[in-house]
Structures are given as C-alpha cells and as structure tokens.
C-alpha cells in the first residue's frame, strides 16, 4: 500500500533522484494509516500535502559540541559519517532544527515533578522560565504538551503550539501538588508513549524532533516501569530526554557538590542522547537559555535499511562520526526492525 501527498523535498539523496519525495516511516496497516489521518489534523497538517510510503526510513538525532561543550550548528550532510555494523552507509536524509517554521518542527512533553520537590518559591521561579522558553520557541514550529507527576502522573495539556494555552497550564501547576512519591521513570514513559501516539511521524513533511524535559530532584521512588524499559521505549520512540535536577544536593549535604542521582545513574538521559542540567541559586532563566541551545541545535541523520536487515529481527549498531573530531551524541546505538 503507498500513500501519495505532494511535497518538494530536496534534501533527500536517494539513488531514485526524485524531486517530488518525502517520507513517512508507518506500517501499511489500517489502524496506522487512521493515527496518523488523526495526528496530522492535530497538528495542522495541510490536507494537500503528500507523502509518499514506501519503506522505512532509520533516523538517528545527534548533538554535536565543540571541546568547551558548546553546540555546533551550521553543519552539512558532508560533515559526518555514519556506520552501520561497522560498514559506512550513505546520509539519505539530513536536517537541521532551524527558525522561522522552514524546516524541523519540534514536539516537546514536559514531566514536571509536583510531589513537593520543589518549593513555592522554585515554582514560580520555574513558572516564568518556562513561559520564556516556550516563547522563544515559537519560531521554531513547536509543539508542546505538560505532564505532572508525583504519585500520579497526569497529563495537563495535550500538545498545542498556543503560548496562551500553555501559560495558564502553568499557573495551574502553581497549586498542584500530589504526595511524597516521585513517579519520574512512570512520567518519562507516559511522555514518550504520547508523542509516539500523537505527534505524527512527519510534521508538514519533516521529521520532528522528539523531547522529553523532566524538571525533577532526581531521586525517583516508587515507579512502575523500570529505567530500561523507559529507555527502549524511548529509543525505539527516536526521543531524546533531557533532565533539570533541581538544586535537592545542597538540602542533603550543605555543599555545592551535586550528589549523582538515582536518575543520573540510571542511565536514561545519556543512552537518549540528551543532557542534565542542573539549577543552581534558584535562577532558572540561563539553565533553560541552555537548553534551548542545545535542543535547537541538533541534526536528524537518516538512511535506508538494506532488504536483508528489514528480514533478519537483529540489533543493528550505528556509529555517527564527523572529520573535524566534535564531540557526538546520539539518541539511540542502534536499530532493530520487528
């Protein structure tokens, strides 16, 4: 079955040197063809825009910095290399995140810890940084959606590209607190089914860059799903998590050294590709001033499965590099089609 919608993609390098070509990575089957019908009209799909399925495509996010850990924009295709199994392979598709609704759009959930984590104070600190943020990824064709979590995880705005919508989602945190249990692999996990249920593959004919924020102490206690499984998920998701651990250190010892975390240790954030933060004197306008840096400069690098690894049910290892010897993280090792 192949659905046809038009699009002028010319970033694609295929050998079949089509001019009208862009891809969506679903599964010919009824029900996805219906999700994604709905997704697309969630997030404003225009009803005459046209892709094209036809197999799948394996897309890979990375970050890439330079040797004082500042991110790297303004790369090309040419400037990485990228090996499957050890063999190079050619990009087939490459994007960077870049302003102005012209090219990848983002889709961010943010997992907000409510169970008492953080002050009043910290909360409305935390409050206007965000209404920042979202501001000034506007221009950037994002999606957002919030979650709470503590002993529950609740999701208080399904994804919307409205600041207004989302300033009064936060005010509404102001007064939501829910126990002492902090449920953040169970939030993480929530997040990412939901922009695997309800950010559609494509978005106007890019792939989207997927994200999860979670603004946390960093110790999580009594969850369900274990950090592996939010892990697989979340790679086999393409999403990237990053994490704000709020300033719990300096309550438990009394000094400036952070403690490492339940949530640093368990590997969650490094084996998505994404990166901590950490507040630091309760000012969080730089802190998300970072993260904007590093969301919005990242790349999505994509290639073609050969016919017999489509078949064989094994993980298959990527490597991303670039010549000029930057630092690279990736939001997945590797592949495996079911």
Do not use: W
Request: charged share 25%.
């Amino acid at each position: 079955m192949v659905l046809d919608f038009r699009s002028t993609n010319r970033k694609l390098k295929n050998s079949r040197k089509s001019s009208i070509l862009t891809f969506c990575i679903i599964r010919p089957t009824v029900l996805s063809l219906i999700l994604t019908a709905l997704s697309f009209a969630v997030f404003g799909q225009a009803s005459d825009d046209v892709i094209r399925v036809d197999t799948e495509l394996i897309a890979f996010e990375v970050t890439v910095s330079d040797k004082d850990g500042k991110p790297v924009r303004g790369l090309n295709a040419k400037d990485f290399k990228l090996f499957e199994n050890g063999v190079e392979r050619e990009i087939d598709f490459f994007e960077p995140v870049r302003r102005q609704n012209e090219n990848r759009p983002l889709s961010i959930v943010f997992a907000l810890d409510v169970s008492g984590s953080m002050t009043a104070q910290e909360l409305v600190q935390l409050q206007a940084a965000m209404q920042q943020f979202v501001k000034r990824l506007a221009d950037y064709n994002s999606y957002f959606a919030v979650m709470t979590f503590g002993m529950k995880v609740k999701t208080v705005q399904s994804f919307t590209n409205k600041p207004q919508k989302l300033e009064k989602t936060f005010e509404k945190i102001l007064r939501d607190q829910d126990g002492l249990s902090t449920h953040a692999y169970d939030a993480v996990d929530e997040a990412v089914r939901m922009l695997h249920k309800k950010s559609p593959r494509t978005i106007k004919n890019q792939l989207p860059k997927r994200a999860v924020i979670l603004i946390t102490d960093g110790f999580p206690v009594g969850d369900i799903v274990s950090p592996k499984t939010v892990i697989e998920r979340a790679n086999e998701a393409e999403t990237t998590v990053y994490s704000i651990l709020l300033p719990s250190f300096s309550r438990l010892q009394g000094t400036k050294k952070p403690l490492l975390t339940l949530l640093e240790a368990s590997g969650l954030v490094d084996k998505t590709g994404g990166k901590t933060f950490y507040v630091n004197e309760n000012n969080f306008e730089p802190l998300f001033k970072s993260l904007e840096e590093e969301i919005t400069s990242s790349y999505v690098l994509a290639f073609y499965p050969k016919t017999e690894t489509r078949k064989d049910g094994k993980f298959n290892e990527v490597r991303i590099e670039t010549p000029n010897n930057f630092k690279i993280r990736q939001n997945r090792t590797g592949y495996q089609l079911k």
